[in-house]
């Protein structure tokens, strides 16, 4: 009798783990427990693409965000049809400890845009994963390491195209933001001698031999 109860106890326990295996949510099917409720929008944020026993869903697509351009110049153009994710509003926040949280890419980055100057590339990378709390008005408890050099993609999420001279959001909360290139991580495709760079002037991106000196912005986060 005790073995009987022992064995329908793990049943129990299991059936719940086994509807929450069968759960496709790369298919839509977003019901954990079999009443679509808090716990099953709680479940998805949690585990969707990320789960330690579901594995991310394969084929998924990348959401591409709005370019901020909003002004129309022709029918059918990027002002006119705003396509792509909306920005969230705010879309920075200021954590008061030197760093801003770009609420739509999740990325932190240093509030000081221009704590070490102008650099060479291989000084950029060092100077960011040397980065810690105490240096470049930092409060945050960040170790070496922490920190790093955007890649291109990365810098250029920051960049408004309806705005110049710097082309970032209105009301962004950085401070020493210099309209000028900013060094990325990424390497161009045809020569490890060179790297991209977003100016941060029109939001132009180029690739420069990295023996040139442009300034840096470090970023924390990212997936």
Request: glycine share 10%; hydrophobic share 35%.
């Amino acid at each position: 009798m005790q073995r009987i109860v022992v064995l329908c106890s793990i049943l129990v326990l299991l059936v719940p783990f086994a509807a929450w295996a069968q759960v496709d949510f790369c298919e839509g099917n977003f019901d954990y427990d079999q009443d679509v409720d808090g716990t099953d929008a709680f479940t998805f944020k949690t585990d969707f693409g990320r789960s330690s026993i579901l594995y991310p869903c394969p084929g998924g697509f990348a959401a591409v965000p709005q370019t901020g351009q909003t002004t129309s110049y022709a029918t059918g153009d990027d002002g006119d049809l705003e396509k792509g994710v909306a920005w969230p509003n705010p879309r920075f926040t200021d954590n008061g400890d030197g760093t801003v949280t770009d609420n739509l890419t999740g990325l932190i980055w240093l509030k000081n845009a221009n704590c070490f100057g102008t650099r060479t590339w291989d000084q950029a990378l060092s100077d960011c994963n040397g980065l810690s709390n105490g240096s470049c008005g930092l409060t945050d408890g960040s170790v070496d390491g922490d920190w790093r050099l955007p890649n291109v993609n990365e810098l250029i999420s920051l960049v408004d195209r309806g705005r110049l001279i710097p082309p970032l959001p209105f009301g962004h909360p950085f401070t020493n933001v210099r309209s000028d290139p900013y060094w990325s991580s990424t390497t161009a495709a045809d020569s490890s001698f060179f790297a991209w760079y977003v100016d941060m002037n029109l939001g132009d991106v180029f690739s420069v031999a990295n023996g040139n000196v442009h300034y840096v912005w470090p970023v924390r986060g990212g997936h």
